[in-house]
């Protein structure tokens, strides 16, 4: 299978981006969260022999993507998702399935809002409605206890890969994730991020930029205008967003279909990759859930 790394220059940015299958096929976007390794490779190449033209991409500040200062990002989350517009735009793949995962999740909504005309169909892995900080009264918050392990657990040395992919391995067993697979993520991320400073590190490895975003105004309330077939897939076992965070936003958005993975907590592991394809390739279709 065709598997081409590259950038490509998108709303006045450099996204990097992979891309999976044939050119000529129908574009699926996949939203990094924030990296695009995100997105398992298993899933690109499964998504893409079933006819897609798949294309992951980092989020400003992480991977290959354009790395200012990620203290003090100077863009906005709808800059994000306008960022996705134009990419889709720059690939030539309009309108295109769009999937986003984790912080890439917030992303794609606010782009399938703010820019409709630029997608077919909406995914959402593993996200919430709200932006990062407090959840509204009626979602469900991260596990006050996971929390507590996950952020005492001491920062590593972030300019020894084995001690950053050790620390990865160390969270993801907290979170109730694969530790094996997390620690060869975090090593292919540590690969791919530009330098060893703090700051990059951590959002090329935690997310920590996308908590410095400027998120306004709120989106929640417009999920109803949502028009695109909208597929929302969540783990029963994540602890850092719970899956009522999913059932509010399947409910929310007109017509969205449910998918919950009953043994899968925050990561997307290969034994659930099957069943996320099969779902993202019919669109149109209701899930065993609902």
């Not at 400073?197 to 490895?205: H, I, L, T």
């Amino acid at each position: 299978m065709t598997r081409i790394i590259t950038t490509v220059d998108a709303d006045e940015v450099t996204l990097g981006v992979e891309s999976f299958g044939d050119d000529d096929a129908p574009l699926f976007l996949l939203v990094g969260g924030t990296t695009m390794l995100s997105w398992p490779d298993a899933l690109c190449e499964l998504l893409a022999a079933g006819g897609r033209r798949v294309v992951r991409y980092d989020l400003r500040d992480s991977g290959a993507s354009t790395t200012l200062d990620p203290e003090a990002p100077a863009y906005t989350l709808r800059d994000l998702a306008a960022d996705a517009a134009a990419l889709a735009d720059a690939l030539g793949g309009r309108p295109a399935h769009l999937a986003g995962i984790g912080v890439g999740g917030m992303v794609a909504q606010v782009a399938a809002l703010d820019h409709p005309d630029a997608f077919s169909a909406l995914t959402l892995v593993g996200t919430r409605a709200v932006a990062p900080g407090p959840a509204d009264d009626d979602l469900p918050d991260h596990d006050g206890e996971t929390m507590g392990r996950l952020f005492g657990h001491p920062m590593p040395d972030w300019s020894d890969r084995e001690a950053v992919a050790d620390f990865a391995a160390a969270g993801a067993e907290i979170l109730g994730d694969d530790p094996v697979a997390a620690r060869a993520v975090a090593a292919r991320v540590w690969d791919r991020t530009p330098g060893t400073a703090p700051a990059v590190q951590m959002a090329n490895q935690l997310g920590m930029v996308f908590s410095r975003l400027d998120c306004a105004p709120r989106w929640r309330e417009r999920l109803p205008e949502i028009k695109l077939p909208t597929l929302v897939v969540h783990g029963r076992r994540d602890r850092f967003f719970p899956v009522g965070n999913a059932e509010a936003i399947a409910r929310e958005i007109p017509g969205a279909r449910l998918l919950v993975l009953e043994e899968t907590a925050t990561a997307i592991p290969d034994t659930a990759v099957g069943e996320i394809v099969e779902a993202m390739l019919t669109p149109g279709q209701r899930t065993a859930q609902q």
